[in-house]
């Protein structure tokens, strides 16, 4: 699936993310304020696209890593924030399966409708991942796509565990909110909220 992603970045890196992007500056939503409050400093934005939530956190004073297995997308994250007048503290090209980042290497961890892109297996072994690279009492962000109801019409084939895989080779898993809460078993759940686009939002601590 990496190659999907990458074409996908590729066919859509003339658009105009920048104007996109305004909403996003300096934005104020309650899952800042609760990163705040627990003393998160430096985020791995963790499946970046084009920087939304870079841009969010490091104009609030963050300190931003983008992540994202299309290269294509972290070149276009650090081109946005450079728009306006900031920067990555870093970037990587890798899978949120294998980050290669070590234990605890960040206070938070940003993974907006990424997880629900995967079959849940390797949603399972991400989120494992995305934990063990968050320090110990560190919080993750992690959101959901509501599943909509033309997502069964498109061209597809069914996967075992449930999964959709669309002709292209994009993977989406739909998760309502108790089976999103059966994924984070174990993790201790600090805030629930709705995305702007209707997405499951979930903030937990490791």
Partial sequence: ?????????QRDRDLDYVTYARPWYRLASPEIEL???????????????WG????????N??????????????????QVLE????????H??????????????FDGVVC??????MTVPDG????????????????LLLAFDKPEEDDLAREHTLLPDGSIRYAGGMIFHPYDVPAAERLLAGLRILHRGTGPRGEFVVIVEK
């Fill in 1 to 9: 699936m990496p190659d999907f992603w990458e074409r996908s970045w």
């Fill in 35 to 49: 990163f705040r409050r627990h003393g998160v400093r430096s985020v791995c934005d963790a499946g970046c696209g």
């Fill in 52 to 59: 939304a939530w870079a841009l969010a956190l490091a104009s």
């Fill in 61 to 78: 004073g963050f300190e931003v890593t983008a992540l994202d297995v299309s290269q294509t997308a972290v070149e276009i994250t650090g």
């Fill in 83 to 90: 728009r306006y007048g900031l920067a990555l503290a870093g």
């Fill in 92 to 105: 990587r090209t890798a899978s949120v399966l294998d980050t290669g980042w070590p234990d605890g290497a």
């Fill in 112 to 117: 907006f409708s990424v997880l629900d892109h």
């Fill in 124 to 139: 399972q072994r991400a989120l494992r991942e995305l934990t063990r690279i968050t320090r110990s009492g560190g919080l």
